[in-house]
């Protein structure tokens, strides 16, 4: 079964059915960074200016469902006045946390490449837990990120047969190159070998860094003190206090926002 936690994120991209060509070079790049565009080329709006209101409403729905976007600016872009209605609504929920990328079409696609590479790293997350106390929590986490859209690998679902240990590795190889490993930090986790074997790997791929991309979470109430020095020298995100729904979203806040490197 394919999961939306190990073939990647959904990213909307916006862009006139008349720069199909130039799209086409940006959905395959997605698509090898590990991700799932989300192109719509509609037979109908090649006759009609999309003013159909059943039809913007399927749209405008689609949008909102989604998290991450890639705008494609362009002459034909501009001149279509759905592509500009819909560049306008997902620009108008920036202030909600949406993560959005515009590209000039204009340019050389090759130099703009780097700004889905940009949107990419803030999509992959790897989660390391204790499984003797984290189990339950890790999953109702998980679910909160893939709420969010975001590519999340989890060992309970991603590990295939073979070497465990050679794909859990290559997993936070990715994550660190591709986004962010969290650090679930419980008792249990403080006093797991594997734990500290996943937390030591991450810190040495960062430590030419400032570590910005593994990211300590407490989930299970214990002291600053407590810590590990490598750990307590990171910004600590402490998912214990307050409401859990309000704690996840502003986790997703901080992983949109935080420098990385």
């Known amino acids: 079964m394919i ?35 989300v192109l719509f080329y509609l037979k109908c709006m090649e006759t009609t200016e999309a003013d159909d209101q059943l039809l913007w409403q399927l749209i405008e729905r689609e949008i909102k469902a989604r998290e991450w976007f ?15 209605r819909e560049m306008e609504l997902v620009k108008s929920m920036a202030q909600q946390g949406k ?3 515009t590209i000039d079409l204009n340019c050389d696609p090759q130099t703009e490449l780097y700004k889905l590479v940009r949107l990419s790293r803030r999509a992959t997350v790897f989660l390391s837990y204790a ?11 998980r679910q909160s990120l893939l709420a969010h859209d975001y590519s999340v690998w989890f060992d309970m679902e991603d590990l295939q047969s073979g070497p465990f240990d050679k794909q859990i590795f ?7 190159s591709r986004g962010f490993v969290l650090l679930l ?27 910005s991309n593994v990211v300590p979470v407490i989930v299970k109430p214990l002291s600053i003190g407590s810590l590990p020095i490598q750990i307590s020298k990171l910004q600590v995100f402490d998912l214990t ?13 901080n992983l949109r926002t935080r420098e990385m490197e």
Request: charged residues 30%; aromatic residues 4%.
């Open 170 to 176: 290559s997993a936070i190889d990715k994550a660190i």
């Open 185 to 211: 930090l419980s008792p249990a986790s403080l006093e797991s070998d594997w734990c500290r074997r996943e937390t030591q790997y991450a810190l040495n791929l960062m430590s030419r860094s400032r570590l």
């Open 241 to 253: 206090v307050g409401k859990y729904e309000e704690r996840i979203e502003e986790l997703v806040r």
């Open 3 to 37: 999961t939306q936690a190990n073939k990647g994120a959904w990213i909307f991209v916006s862009h006139s059915n008349q720069d199909i060509e130039k799209v086409r070079e940006i959905r395959n790049e997605l698509e090898r960074l590990g991700h799932n565009p």
């Open 99 to 101: 993560v959005i990328e």
């Open 70 to 84: 890639i705008l494609c600016d362009s002459v034909n872009a501009r001149r279509s006045n759905a592509v500009v």
């Open 131 to 141: 499984r003797a106390e984290g189990s339950q929590l890790t999953r109702r986490i």
